[in-house]
């Protein structure tokens, strides 16, 4: 069982910047592919971005893409998700996930969950 604990979430202003983390217990992190998913109240969960195991694949959502950039450190197991130019469209709360298998864009195809953090933008 893969414990995952996200850091990082809290209020902005719009334009500014955060960055998101997410450290998981497991020390094989690195035979995980990794996402970052958000949702915002009322609507469904969606995703936001995609790591592979070597970090050779990376895939963003088109909201994002431009403005977000994941990355990981598999000597720390973590993953981070720098945000830039927040917009208060981005507020949500903010999800990691591993995935056993190739993960991409479906989040039924992460085996494990963050318990979120929460990101609000401002206008």
């Known amino acids: 069982q893969v414990q995952l604990v996200e850091s990082g979430g809290g209020l902005v202003q719009a334009g500014n910047s955060l960055r998101l983390s997410c450290t998981a217990s497991?020390?094989?992190?690195?035979?995980?592919?990794m996402g970052w998913f958000r949702q915002a109240p009322g609507k469904e969960r969606e995703f936001v971005a995609h790591i592979s195991r070597s970090a050779g694949y990376i895939y963003y959502a088109d909201s994002v893409k431009g403005r977000f950039t994941i990355s990981r450190d598999n000597a720390k197991n973590t993953v981070y998700l720098r945000m830039n130019s927040l917009k208060p469209e981005d507020t949500a709360v903010y999800y990691c996930?591993?995935?056993?298998?190739?993960?991409?864009?479906?989040?039924?195809?992460?085996?494990?969950w963050g318990q979120g953090t929460q990101v609000t933008v401002s206008s």
């Open positions: 996930a591993a995935s056993m298998g190739y993960g991409l864009t479906n989040p039924g195809a992460y085996n494990y």
């Open positions: 497991d020390r094989t992190f690195s035979s995980y592919a």
